[in-house]
């Protein structure tokens, strides 16, 4: 359990996380709105050398995809928060994902279909007002 106390605690704290993933990790993320999830993915891109800015809220798309550097990782972040109905979620081709060379990461994913891009990590955050934020990385 970690209690971070601003934004580059969080981004320091995934970027530890997201330095030790392999080709084929899962890393799901469960909080409330605003609980700082797509700012944990932020520091997973940082910790695989992503450019983090890159990394923001796919408020229409559900699937972003960042390509890693060179010989490195890419990082492809789902965000479940507007899907609707199932066939929506079908069309999205999750079974195939992340991909070869590649880790997952997924926001809501309490919104997954059963055995699709199972965890390997399971992350949650809580809001603890202010900016704290306790944190919980979960090896599965
Ligand atoms: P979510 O994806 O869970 O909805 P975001 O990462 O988009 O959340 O937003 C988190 C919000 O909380 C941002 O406005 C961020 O600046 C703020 N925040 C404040 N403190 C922290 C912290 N310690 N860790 C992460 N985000 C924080
Ligand atoms: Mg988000």
Do not use: N
Not at 24 to 38: C, F, R
Not at 102 to 128: C, K, N, Q, S
């Amino acid at each position: 359990m970690h209690e971070t106390r601003s934004v580059e605690e969080t981004l320091a704290l995934a970027g530890g996380l997201g330095a030790t993933l392999l080709a084929g990790d899962v890393v799901w993320l469960h909080g409330d709105l605003g609980a700082g999830k797509t700012h944990f993915v932020k520091g997973l891109a940082r910790g695989l050398g992503i450019e983090e800015d890159a990394v923001r809220s796919p408020t229409f798309t559900f699937v972003d995809l960042h390509r890693g550097r060179a010989g490195g990782l890419a990082l492809t972040h789902v965000d479940l928060y507007r899907i609707g109905a199932a066939s929506e979620l079908r069309e999205l081709g999750l079974q195939d994902l992340p991909g070869p060379q590649a880790v997952a990461a997924v926001e809501w994913a309490e919104r997954l279909p059963p055995g699709v891009l199972e965890a390997t990590h399971v992350v949650r955050i809580e809001d603890l007002g202010g900016d704290g934020r306790r944190i919980s990385v979960e090896r599965r």
